[in-house]
């Protein structure tokens, strides 16, 4: 569904604001995506923390980690939305022009990103307990959803604050549905803060940080670099950028959905060392990338241009040159963002989290120098050098974490004997 979004998106939105301000609307919405990381990487540590033990039978600590990481998260987004609105204020009353006229909208998207925030609680609560297709269906049908009627806002004639005011609407609706599901499928997982302790938040610390850097670096990778083509070559540049790298990451979110749907299921088998089962859950991934990602990257970096321009309406034009580069750049990605899902989906992903979060620097400062240069064409080898240095490291890191996976059977199978001898 979000592919579908996608692809109806861009078409529309050129259509009724033109390239130049749908170039300003995707700068403005890359707050959202900043936003989502000051969870501090705590939502995905908790959902790790809670299928585990979940899959141990603990739920006393299943209800203790989602009170905790609910908590935490109200807090923060608390504190970011009325930091916000204060600095907004402050830079509009001295007036700084640039800032003050999209004051508004500024606003209305950081309130917008807190709710979407808090929306993927409950649904990391179902994910975590068996509950993961129900979940899943339901929290991305109203997802799409929202993006339809931000869609049709924008359509009708509706401006930036419109869309927002819209998509806002829908995002309440959705947490309430998510929040009834957890619920009627869980009644014993319950809301409030009696069993939220800054314990369990100290625990999933460690964590949390470096789980923090994988969608930290894919934000710079993808957002960041947005402002630095925005900053150097301008929002036409941004409106032909934006367009390539949504339609090569088509066959990337595919192979995605596979991938996510594995990791509650990689926890468990991990909780239970069970290696037989982790094994055909990383072929199955693996097949998943040989039959989708591999003929993806290479139709897009062979016929993307074309693909733009038709989708475009014929508005956006963008280089080959740039669109093969993003196509190789999508695929390298496509390796090591999957090697570090299963990592995360067992919270053994911190040896990598320092080479996932210094790759997302190395892409701003190649993209910068890149671009400076060679313009689009630049900012597409930078990415390409900026996924290799991922890879480099995650593999390292997924053999060691085979390693480990195989020594904790054998001490369990060990035991076995042990006890029936």
């Known amino acids: 569904m979000a592919l579908v979004l996608q692809l109806v998106s861009i078409p529309v939105l050129v259509s009724a604001w033109g390239a130049e301000n749908f170039g300003v609307w995707m700068m403005l919405t890359t707050i959202p995506t900043y936003f989502a990381l000051t969870d501090l990487g705590f939502l995905q540590a908790a959902t790790s923390d809670m299928t585990m033990s979940y899959a141990r039978g603990d739920r006393e600590q299943v209800v203790k980690t989602y009170q905790s990481t609910f908590v935490l998260l109200l807090t923060v987004c608390l504190g970011v939305v009325s930091l916000a609105v204060f600095t907004l204020i402050y830079l509009q009353s001295n007036l700084y022009s640039s800032v003050a006229s999209y004051s508004d909208t500024l606003i209305l998207l950081v309130v917008f990103a807190a709710l979407s925030l808090l929306s993927r609680t409950p649904l990391a609560a179902l994910r975590a307990t068996g509950q993961y297709a129900t979940g899943t269906a339901s929290y991305d049908l109203i997802v799409f959803a929202e993006g339809l009627v931000g869609l049709l806002t924008a359509y009708l ?13 829908v995002r309440l609706f ?11 499928r869980c009644p014993w997982l319950t809301f409030g803060t009696r069993f939220a302790s800054c314990f369990q938040i100290r625990a999933l610390f460690i964590p949390a940080i470096a789980a923090m850097a994988i969608p930290v670096a894919m934000a710079i990778n993808l957002q960041g670099v947005v402002l630095i083509v925005g900053g150097l070559l301008g929002p036409i540049a941004v409106a032909s950028y934006t367009p390539v790298r949504t339609c090569s990451r088509m066959a990337l979110q595919i192979v995605g959905v596979m991938n996510r749907a594995s990791m509650p299921e990689i926890a468990r088998a991990s ?7 982790l094994g055909q859950l990383v072929k199955l991934n693996a097949i998943f990338i040989v039959v989708f990602l591999v003929p993806g990257s290479v139709l897009f970096g062979l016929f993307g241009s074309e693909f733009v321009e038709i989708w475009s309406n014929g508005h956006i034009f963008p280089d080959e040159l740039f669109v093969g580069l993003v196509a190789v750049a999508t695929f390298v990605h496509g390796i090591w963002y999957f090697i570090s899902n299963m990592l995360l989906s067992t919270n053994s992903h911190v040896s990598l989290a320092k080479y996932i979060m210094a790759s997302g620097i190395i892409s701003i400062a190649l993209s910068y120098i890149g671009g400076s240069q060679f313009g689009l ?45």
């Open 157 to 169: 004639g509706g401006g930036f604050k419109e869309v927002v005011g819209a998509q806002i609407a």
């Open 174 to 184: 959705n947490m309430m549905l998510m929040y009834w599901l957890l619920r009627t």
């Open 271 to 277: 909780s239970k060392g069970d290696s037989a089962e």
């Open 377 to 421: 064409v630049g900012v597409g080898a930078a990415l390409i050098f900026a996924e290799l240095f991922c890879v480099l490291a995650a593999l390292p890191a997924f053999m060691k974490w085979a390693r480990s996976i195989e020594v904790t059977n054998a001490r369990q199978k060990d035991n076995i004997d042990g006890k029936n001898g």
